[in-house]
Nanobody, 116 residues
């Protein structure tokens, strides 16, 4: 099992920055991919950024150049630095990890609100 604890959400003005952090505990040695998803009201959950065990990354097109994902395998953490935030980035952000390439775990979610 893996447990996830998120932190760092909040309210920020357009153009501002926030940093989300997620710490995994439990069977962290078997984690392959770590990342962040988000879900806005009345919309489907979408992948924001993920980083695999080999360091390769994937980003949602709309956040490329503004968000940066980083991972610390020794600490079992994954962070999301979000710059130049826009109102459309407003959502609940969820940490996600995958074990053995197939078992998903989710954090409780953290609210990010960007005011215009």
């Amino acid at each position: 099992q893996v447990q996830l604890v998120e932190s760092g959400g909040g309210l920020v003005q357009t153009g501002g920055s926030l940093r989300l952090s997620c710490t995994a505990s439990g069977s962290t040695s078997t984690i392959s991919r770590m990342g962040w998803y988000r879900q806005a009201p009345e919309k489907q959950r979408e992948l924001v950024a993920v980083v695999s065990s080999d360091g390769s990354t994937e980003y949602l097109d709309s956040v490329k150049g503004r968000f940066t994902i980083s991972r610390d395998n020794a600490k079992a953490t994954v962070d999301l630095q979000m710059n130049s935030l826009k109102p459309e980035d407003t959502a609940v952000y969820y940490c996600n990890v995958i074990r053995w390439g197939k078992i998903n775990y989710w954090g409780q979610g953290t609210q990010v609100t960007v005011s215009s």
